[in-house]
């Protein structure tokens, strides 16, 4: 293990890996759920959104950030919604400042209370590397078990953003998603995604890279092993009936979330998985 003095810190109270690279990028990963909640980019500001009526502690889920979901995605089978990875509290394998990055390596193994939810033996490592105006967030899954068993994943992250009104993401026109606003599947023709009501989309086999633009920002989206991509804001009647979320929150942020959810991974005995988010500040 390796651990350099000072990254252990707390975050918004909460136990946490605070990461600083030598350029002045940041970022801080809670124990609780392997969850980053923070990342500035060199010189910039805030580009994740973490909800201040967030909830944190035991068996709790934390608003904003990058929740890591697995092995369900949302109700999709019979597990709690989004499985039991953000609710759990996870080690801290690595944690280091290099000479020109910082990153931090998280690990969860299953226990007596996963294998009462799901009866499999698996290891997840969480690996987050920050530099410049870049953040990678790998997610790997082996199975250490003598049993095969299948998965979904998905890193649901929080982009935070002025206003989620003026906000455009490129890049998915002409795919087809599935619409869970309209209960159907559906293409989107349009050549940028605006947000003017509520949006829950998965979209199937969608490319890389997105680009997101909010105003003078720019931010693009790649993935490598995540084949789906959600897009999610709840909009002001669903964000009411979330006590975690500011009646104004959901102007705050738009969830870009790369996802392994139309054909969930199979894993052998012994086998392993491996799926990255990169963000690119501009």
Not at 11 to 18: D, E, F, L, S, T
Request: proline fraction near 6%.
């Amino acid at each position: 293990m390796s651990i350099e003095a000072g990254l252990l810190q707390t975050y918004a109270g909460q136990p946490a890996v605070v990461l600083r690279a030598p350029d002045g990028a940041s970022a801080a990963v809670l124990l609780h759920g392997g969850q980053l909640v923070s990342w500035i980019p060199a010189g910039g500001g805030e580009r994740l959104f973490l909800s201040e009526r967030a909830r944190y502690g035991a068996g709790a889920s934390v608003r904003g950030g990058v929740p890591v979901i697995f092995p369900q995605f949302n109700e999709r089978g019979p597990l709690p919604r989004h499985g039991f990875a953000r609710n759990r509290p996870w080690q801290v394998v690595r944690a280091e400042a290099g000479v020109d990055d910082a990153l931090a390596v998280l690990q969860l193994v299953d226990d007596e209370a996963t294998r009462a939810l799901w009866p499999h033996s698996f290891a997840l490592e969480l690996t987050v590397c920050i530099r410049g105006d870049r953040l990678d967030v790998e997610l790997a899954v082996g199975n250490s078990g003598a049993e095969a068993f299948a998965f979904m994943a998905a890193l649901h992250t929080y982009l935070r953003v002025a206003e989620v009104e003026a906000v455009r993401l490129s890049g998915l026109g002409g795919r087809r998603f599935e619409d869970f606003t309209a209960g159907r599947l559906r293409t989107d023709d349009e050549p940028a995604l605006s947000v003017e009501a509520e949006v829950d989309r998965i979209y199937f086999n969608a490319p890389s890279p997105l680009e997101l633009a909010d105003g003078p920002r720019r931010l693009l989206i790649e993935s490598v092993n995540f084949p789906d991509t959600v897009v999610w804001n709840p909009w002001q009647e669903k964000s009411a009936e979330l006590a975690d979320l500011a009646p104004s929150d959901f102007r705050r942020f738009l969830c870009v979330e790369a996802a392994l959810i139309g054909a969930p991974a199979s894993l052998e005995a012994g086998g392993h998985w491996w799926g990255r988010q990169t963000l690119i500040a501009g």
